[in-house]
């Protein structure tokens, strides 16, 4: 599914952000990506959405070299992957509903057929009957399943989560590992950054180490 070989990052002016990191992670598996903070988890995570390019060594996704396309094939990529964010990045002044079929929309599907979809998505969270609240009526582990939500509706092939329960407490924080277990079990690749080691132990899962952007 994904793999990097040698890959480095450096931000203009800035020290390196990742050096030589080379693994594999296969099709189907869940995944952690742990370290400190500033260790380079959403920098990989950025690199594999195509939104950072790297400085050296190539990176695969499916076969494709994410390192060798073009701005004009990075939308096909991002249709295969859905994001979750640590801050929900939800529009306030659209319905939760209208939230989750945003990116079908910008896709080009019909609106009744997103709103369709949008519903079924949320549904699979336990918020449809949420669906025509604004997010600011939701309470922060709502929110974070109407991000989920949004990043599955597409039914992505890889999902990526970065610190999807800084902002929780640790029921919510299992609560949301035990959706994104569900969708791993669906058949999705599952991707999650995160420094809490508490909920490491909670749900042991393989994992990725970053110290100062190299893998331990």
């Not at 277990?181 to 508490?198: C, K, P, S, Y």
Request: glycine share 10%.
């Amino acid at each position: 599914m994904i793999r990097f070989a040698n890959v480095s990052k450096a931000y203009l002016g800035g020290k390196p952000a990742l050096q030589g990191l080379s693994f594999h992670l296969p099709a189907g598996g869940m995944t952690y990506l742990t370290g400190h903070s500033g260790a380079g988890k959403s920098t990989l995570l950025k690199l594999i959405m195509g939104m950072e390019r790297a400085n050296g060594g190539q990176i695969w996704f499916n076969g494709h070299e994410i390192t060798r396309l073009s701005r004009y094939e990075l939308p096909f990529l991002r249709r295969q992957i859905g994001m979750v964010h640590q801050d929900y990045r939800l529009l306030s002044d659209r319905s939760v509903v209208d939230n989750v079929a945003l990116p079908l929309i910008i896709a080009g599907f019909h609106p009744k057929d997103a709103h369709k979809y949008a519903l079924a998505s949320l549904d699979r969270v336990g918020l449809r009957e949420r669906a025509n609240h604004l997010p600011a009526h939701l309470s922060g582990g709502e929110q974070q399943r109407v991000d989920i939500a949004r990043a599955v509706v597409h039914k992505p092939q890889l999902l990526l989560a970065d610190e999807p329960t800084g902002n929780l407490d640790e029921k919510l924080s299992l609560d949301i590992l035990g959706l994104f277990e569900e969708f791993n079990r669906m058949g999705m690749t599952v991707l999650i950054a995160t420094h809490d080691l508490n909920l490491i132990q909670h749900k042991p899962k393989p994992c990725l180490v970053l110290e100062q952007g190299h893998l331990r």
